[in-house]
């Protein structure tokens, strides 16, 4: 059987997971190295842009039948169970050997939003159907009026009988060309204040009235695209929660994320790109160089650090602090600042765009695929804007 | 102050006049766009035009067929290709014609008119922007590598920049290898390796002033581009609405805009200095060093506006189908050409030195 006619359902068929989170973590990261050296499939690693469905479904497809897939959810739901702490560590591995980052806002978004707050039948349904890779998922928030305002979102939501009938337009929905499922915040209730008229709906893009349209972005990769809805007509149980309750939920699932998004891995891995690149221009046992590159290397480690505190406060339960802004903030302009120096380093040669069995290097790749970091999940001016406001008890 | 004859001011004039033949005048970006990473990178029948107009040979004598206009004309001619995000390797043109002609060969009839591409080699390594490096000549062969020629893909000949002078090689030379690499900007960089080409090598005085005077130029280019970039972030500042204002309002935003503002007029104050100077020929040792300057500035400031170019226009600013990204990618690739940032201040300061000792 070739890896490209691997298509889904996906049934998992391993022994019971043992309890890794009792594992010490260096035991836990050798079975998490030996698992992927094992199974990872002969698709790219090293890549900087996001392999689409079909180059990933084989990846899917192992961590489908090892029961690998969704790492966080409890075990009797089909995760893995990790905590926080292991979690990292199965990131880092992953990051390490270079995995393609497979299709996962279903495992990760969707998945412990259901385990949350969905109904018993939506857990069975949805939750399963990830795990088999019947459904792929997409994160329809933004829409071209509503970015970091998103609770000025349009798209709306009218129950006509059994249905909603929704209408408006999402964008930047990150490989919404490969979804089948998309979860939509729609406003619900025109006439209360913005954030309290807001509903989560699970929309599925076969139905009739979507339509999407493929966006290229600045790497030139269709990565993105925008799902446009016009009288799409959906069973009023595809919501989650309450009627007009889609704001709430949909802030409560940022806590892990949030410090998730802010894991020094992406740096950690360009800093080590960017040595290999300094050793290949002959420019590593230059003292200008090194300055630079030293003082890279010393921010990371204290993010890294300041990463420790706060899954330290996931782990043990901790409330985790509204200035876990910070965290993103500091990651992604370390990695911001990283790809400026690899394109220093690699001189009038900084700009050439690499294939994608040298992506690794490339430097202007990195320094592009680096960019929108400040923009996503909270763009950094935002996120200054909610640290300021939440922590630092200045006169409003 | 001393007076000057201001000629210049005219020709500025007269040359920014003559540029929508390239540039269109509504800032339509059509043409570049379809442009990247087709054929060599850049158009032949754009480039017959330019050289119509007479700007490959700005900076020739007019003994040589020339029109022998000094640097202020020249760099306002690459600010105008800048703006317009012009990809024909015009510069490059400009210098091989320079070079030719100072070495006494005279302008090749064709190359002015535009029939040949003749295009200068002068970069030996990635970060080092020595023209005597790369290539050694022994017995009248060359040996070794030139990089970075921007549109080499598209030349019939290449002006080789050596220590002993220069060389004049046609593409097709035994021995001469080009190889073509694609930049993120759409343009294609060439490498020329070189295994025992004969050729004849001519001395040339003023090779790295002539090679200095091109990354002015470049300057020039490149705080233009940042400059309608910046332009267009501003628009975007005006127009779109967050929170139920314009997102210019916001004072962290507005901050970060005064920052490009200030890059901005330093890099135009620079450029300007070094072109006075050395169209004046005003104590050329501080000229060299003024344009090493410029060039850094000028780098730091293209760099700048595409990172904040981008931030400022959010998701939309990390399209390919908004036109900023189109100066973002343009920055990033343009900012390490005709001068790599290390080197320029190596070099700034090493003269920086020897002024100081013979003072
Ligand atoms: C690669 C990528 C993938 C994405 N994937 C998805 C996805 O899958 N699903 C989805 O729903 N969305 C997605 N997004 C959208 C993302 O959430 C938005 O880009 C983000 O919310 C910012 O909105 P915006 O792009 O409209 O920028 P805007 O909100 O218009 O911001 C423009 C600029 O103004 C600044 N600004 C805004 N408000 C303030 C303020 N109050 N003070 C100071 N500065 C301010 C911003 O920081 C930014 O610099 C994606 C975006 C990108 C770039």
């Known amino acids: ?396 | 102050m001393q007076s000057e004859p201001d000629d210049w001011v005219e020709n500025v004039r007269m040359l920014e006049a003559s540029l929508g033949a390239v540039v269109p005048e509504d800032g339509s970006l059509l043409r570049v766009r379809e442009q990247r990473g087709n054929g060599a990178g850049f158009d032949p029948t754009t480039w017959r035009i330019i050289a119509e107009m007479g700007w490959l040979a700005l900076r020739t004598k007019e003994d040589d067929g020339g029109l022998g206009l000094g640097l202020r004309e020249a760099t306002a001619l690459c600010a105008g290709l800048g703006r317009g995000l012009v990809p024909e390797p015009v510069i490059s043109a400009i210098l091989a014609l320079r070079l030719v002609s100072a070495a006494g060969a005279g302008a090749p009839e064709a190359a002015l008119t535009g029939e040949t591409i003749m295009l200068a080699a002068w970069q030996g390594g990635a970060s080092d922007c020595d023209p005597t490096a790369g290539v050694t000549v022994s017995d009248g062969r060359l040996n070794g590598r030139k990089i970075a020629v921007e549109g080499g893909l598209g030349a019939d000949i290449f002006v080789v920049t050596l220590a002993e002078g220069i060389a004049v090689v046609p593409k097709d030379a035994p021995g001469l290898t080009v190889t073509g690499q694609q930049m993120h900007d759409g343009t294609f960089l060439a490498q020329l390796d070189f295994a025992d080409v004969l050729a004849e090598v001519l001395p040339c005085a003023g090779m790295t002033t002539f090679v200095r005077e091109a990354m002015l130029m470049h300057a020039a280019y490149l705080m233009a581009l940042s400059e309608r970039a910046f332009e267009i972030t501003l628009d975007y500042l005006r127009m779109r609405k967050q929170f139920d204002v314009p997102i210019g309002q916001f004072q962290a935003l507005q901050h970060r805009a005064t920052e490009i503002k200030l890059q901005l007029e330093l890099a135009r104050a620079a450029i300007g200095a070094a072109g006075r100077m050395l169209d004046r020929s005003e104590d050329p040792h501080l000229a060299q060093m003024a344009i090493l300057r410029a060039r850094s500035r000028a780098g730091g400031l293209a760099r700048l506006t595409a990172r904040e170019a981008i931030q400022m226009h959010g998701a939309i600013g990390y399209t390919d189908e908004a036109d900023i990204g189109l100066f973002a990618r343009k920055a990033m690739v343009s900012a390490g050409l005709y001068g790599v940032d290390t080197d320029l201040r190596r070099q700034f300061s090493a003269m920086r030195d020897e002024r100081e000792k013979a003072q």
């Not at chain 1, 590593?284 to 010393?298: H, I, K």
């Open chain 1, 1 to 396: 059987m070739t890896q490209t006619d691997v298509q889904p359902p996906f049934r998992a068929d391993h022994a019971p997971h043992p309890d890794y989170n009792a594992m010490p973590d260096a035991e836990f990261r050798a079975v998490v190295r030996h698992f992927i050296e094992t199974h990872y499939p002969d698709i790219p690693r090293h890549l900087l842009r996001r392999l689409r469905w079909q180059e990933v479904c084989p990846w899917y497809a192992v961590l489908a039948r090892t029961g690998w897939l969704a790492p966080t959810w409890p075990q009797a739901l089909g995760g893995m169970g990790l905590n926080a702490g292991k979690h990292l560590i199965l990131i880092e591995e992953y990051e390490r050997f270079g995995c393609a980052r497979m299709h996962d806002i279903g495992t990760v978004m969707l998945g412990p939003l259901l385990i949350q707050f969905g109904t018993q039948a939506q857990q069975d349904h949805y939750l399963t159907r990830i795990l088999s890779g019947e459904d792929i998922w997409a994160q329809g928030y933004s829409e071209p009026g509503a970015g970091s305002d998103l609770a000025a979102l349009r798209t709306e939501a009218l129950r006509d009988g059994d249905h909603w009938v929704l209408n408006g337009q999402k964008t930047w929905i990150t490989l919404g060309a490969d979804a089948n499922m998309i979860f939509v915040l729609a406003r619900t209730d025109k006439s209360v204040r913005k954030q309290a008229g807001i509903s989560f709906l699970l929309v599925p893009m076969e139905a009739p009235g979507v339509t999407v349209r493929e966006i290229e972005n600045l790497e030139g990769h269709a990565e993105f695209c925008e799902v446009f809805f016009d009288n799409v007509r959906i069973p009023i149980g595809n919501i989650v929660g309450e009627v007009n309750g889609g704001w709430a939920m949909a802030k409560a699932l940022l806590g892990h994320e949030r410090v998730f998004i802010g894991a020094p891995r992406l740096s950690a891995s360009a800093l080590a790109r960017l040595e290999e690149i300094a050793r290949r221009e002959g420019v590593w046992s230059d003292p200008v160089f090194r300055d630079r590159f030293t003082q890279l290397e010393m921010d990371l480690a204290d993010l890294s650090d300041l990463f420790e505190t706060y899954v330290e406060r996931l782990r043990t339960g901790a409330p985790i602090g509204a200035d876990v802004g910070l965290l993103k903030i500091c990651q992604s302009e370390l990695y911001q600042r990283i790809s400026e120096e690899m394109l220093q380093v690699a001189g009038s040669l900084g700009g050439a765009q690499l294939t994608d069995a040298t992506a690794r290097l490339d430097t202007a790749g990195t320094w592009l695929a680096a960019r929108p970091t400040t923009i996503f999940g909270g763009s950094t001016e935002v996120m200054r804007n909610v640290v300021a406001r939440a922590s630092l008890d200045l006169p409003k």
